[in-house]
C-alpha cells in the first residue's frame, strides 16, 4: 500500500522557474523522506525532514513538514533541464519501515 | 564507498517460468530492502530485511516469490512461477539502520519483463 500521495502526478515549468510539490501521509512518522528518480534508474535521496522539525534547506532544495496536517513540500528553487525527473516523498515509520508515494513528475523546459 | 549492486540489469522471462534477483548492499548497512516498480507507480516494498531477519514482508506474495538474506549480507529475491503482471523494476536499497530509520541507497534495480 501507498503511504505518501503527491500532487500535482505531472508538473511542467519553464526553465528558471520554481517548482512545488505536495505529498500528504496517513499515519504517524519519523521521519519524511524526498527522491528523485532519473528515467530507468534507481532513486536517488534528496533529503530528510525529522517529526519535530518544520523545515529544512538543501542547495535549491526547500522542504517543509506539518504534522498536524499529515503533509509535506519540497519547492525546488530556479529550476533547471536537469531537475527533470520524478520526485517521490517517502515516510519513515517504526522499524524503519518506508513507504514511498505514487510521485510527481517534472519537466523542466529549457 | 561502493554503492548498492543489483544484477541482472535486465531480464525477460516467459511466464510460468521463475527468476532469481541479486543484490549487494553497501557494506555495514544492516537494513536491506526490496521493492517493486510498476511503470508510472512508486515503489511498492516487497520484503525489509534487519540482518539475516524479516522485519516486514507483509505485502509478498508468499506464493510466488521468496526472498533470503544469508548472513545478514547479500539477498536474492526469487519468482516461481512468473505471472505477466509480474513485470516492473525490482529495487534493492540498503540503509544503516537506526531506530527512526535513516536515508535508503538505491541500486540501480532489474527490470523484469514477462511475456
Redesign the interface.
Known amino acids: 500500500?501507498?503511504q505518501?500521495e503527491e500532487d500535482p502526478q505531472a508538473l511542467s515549468i519553464q526553465e528558471g522557474e520554481n517548482a512545488t510539490m505536495n505529498c500528504s501521509y496517513k499515519t504517524s512518522i519519523?521521519?519524511l523522506?524526498w527522491?528523485r528518480q532519473n528515467s530507468?534508474?534507481?532513486?536517488?535521496?534528496l533529503i530528510?525532514i525529522?517529526s519535530n522539525e518544520r523545515e529544512k534547506h538543501s542547495g535549491r532544495l526547500r522542504v517543509t513538514l506539518d504534522t498536524s496536517k499529515k503533509s509535506s513540500s519540497l519547492l525546488i528553487t530556479a529550476s533547471r533541464a536537469a531537475d527533470t525527473a520524478s520526485y517521490?516523498c517517502?515516510t519513515?515509520?517504526g522499524?524503519?519501515?518506508?513507504?514511498?508515494?505514487?510521485?510527481t513528475k517534472l519537466q523542466v523546459i529549457p | 564507498e561502493a554503492g548498492?549492486a543489483q544484477s541482472p540489469r535486465y531480464k525477460i522471462i516467459e511466464k510460468r517460468q521463475s527468476v532469481a534477483f541479486w543484490c549487494n548492499p553497501i557494506s555495514g548497512h544492516a537494513?536491506l530492502?526490496w521493492?517493486q516498480q510498476i511503470l508510472g507507480?512508486?515503489?511498492?516494498?516487497l520484503i525489509?530485511f534487519?540482518n539475516n531477519g524479516v522485519?516486514?514482508d507483509s505485502?509478498l506474495p508468499k506464493d510466488r516469490f521468496s526472498a533470503e538474506r544469508l548472513k545478514g549480507v547479500d539477498s536474492t529475491l526469487k519468482i516461481q512461477p512468473a505471472k505477466l503482471e509480474d513485470s516492473a523494476v525490482y529495487?534493492c536499497?540498503s540503509?544503516d539502520?537506526?531506530?527512526?530509520?535513516?536515508?535508503?541507497?538505491?541500486?540501480?534495480?532489474t527490470?523484469l519483463s514477462v511475456l
Open positions: 500500500s501507498q505518501g519519523n521521519n523522506q527522491y530507468g534508474r534507481g532513486l536517488v535521496h530528510l525529522r517521490f517517502a519513515a515509520g522499524y524503519q519501515k518506508v513507504t514511498f508515494g505514487i510521485g | 548498492v537494513t530492502y521493492y507507480q512508486g515503489p511498492k516494498l525489509q534487519q522485519v516486514d505485502q529495487l536499497a540503509s539502520g537506526g531506530v527512526a530509520g535513516e536515508k535508503l541507497f538505491f541500486g540501480s534495480g527490470q
